[in-house]
Nanobody, 125 residues
Framework: HVQLVESGGGSVQAGGSLRLSCAAS????????MAWFRQTPGREREGVAA????????VYGNSVKGRFTISRDNAKSTLYLQMNSLKPEDTATYYC???????????????????WGQGTQVTVS
């Protein structure tokens, strides 16, 4: 089993920056992909960025390309999401997710992820 704990959310003005962190613990050796999703009330969970640990693949959602950067500290088993040039439409609860096996083409399908964090709120005004 894998546990994920997000941190780093908060409130920021448009154009500002935030960095989210996701600390993974438990059976992390078998994880092959970690990702960030976001969700607002009444809407489906949206894939933001995915990081393939055993390769060099990184995938970004179209709405965040060029503004957000996903990275991982392998020694700390921690995933990061650096968010720059934030917009009000980035306001959402951000979730960290992890999977033992997933196709690259399915990176942003929430059902393909077995493990989820509790979420952290990001508010951009």
């Amino acid at each position: 089993h894998v546990q994920l704990v997000e941190s780093g959310g908060g409130s920021v003005q448009a154009g500002g920056s935030l960095r989210l962190s996701c600390a993974a613990s438990g059976n992390t050796d078998s994880i092959i992909v970690m990702a960030w999703f976001r969700q607002t009330p009444g809407r489906e969970r949206e894939g933001v960025a995915a990081f393939y640990i055993r390769g060099t693949s990184i995938v970004y959602g179209n709405s965040v390309k060029g503004r957000f950067t996903i990275s991982r500290d392998n020694a700390k088993s921690t995933l990061y999401l650096q968010m720059n040039s934030l917009k009000p439409e980035d306001t959402a609860t951000y979730y960290c997710a992890a999977s033992h096996y997933i196709y690259l083409s399915d990176s942003f399908l929430p059902g393909e992820y077995a493990y989820w964090g509790q979420g952290t709120q990001v508010t951009v005004s």
